[in-house]
C-alpha cells in the first residue's frame, strides 16, 4: 500500500508561481511512475505531467514550459513547479503513482488533490 499527500495548492495572480508537493508513504520500493492531472469544474480529468522511475518527463503541450515536473533524492516526494499560470490552469491537482512488484503491477494511487486557482 502507499499513500499519497499533496500540498502547495492556493490562490495565486496570473502570471505567478506555485510549487505542488507529492509525498507519498508506505511502500515506496514499488513505485514506477508518478504525474498530475488535473480537473477544473464541468471538465474532464486533464493528464499535466509524468516522471518514470529514470526521471524521463511528459508534459501536456498546454503547460510545457511553464510546469516542470521533478522527484526527490529519495524518489518518494514529487514535485510540479509551476511559472507563468494562466487563469485556465485554475483546478483540482491529483497526484498518481504506479507501482510494480516482480512485474505485478498495481491499480494507480491516487492523492486527494489539492486545489489551484489562478485570479486574472
Known amino acids: 500500500q502507499v499513500q499519497l499527500e499533496e500540498s502547495g495548492g492556493g490562490l495565486v495572480q496570473a502570471g505567478g508561481s506555485l510549487r505542488l508537493s507529492c509525498v507519498a508513504s508506505?511502500?515506496?520500493?514499488?513505485?514506477?511512475?508518478m504525474g498530475w492531472y488535473r480537473q477544473a469544474p464541468g471538465k474532464q480529468r486533464e493528464l499535466v505531467a509524468t516522471i518514470s522511475k529514470d526521471g524521463s518527463t511528459n508534459y501536456a503541450d498546454s503547460v510545457k514550459g511553464r510546469f516542470t515536473i521533478s522527484r526527490g533524492n529519495a524518489r518518494n516526494t514529487e514535485y510540479l513547479q509551476m511559472n507563468s499560470l494562466k487563469p485556465e490552469d485554475t483546478a483540482a491537482y491529483y497526484c498518481y503513482a504506479d507501482r510494480s512488484l516482480y512485474g505485478s503491477k498495481f491499480p494507480r494511487t491516487w492523492g486527494q488533490g489539492t486545489q489551484v486557482t489562478v485570479s486574472s
Open positions: 508506505g511502500s515506496i520500493f514499488s513505485i514506477d511512475a
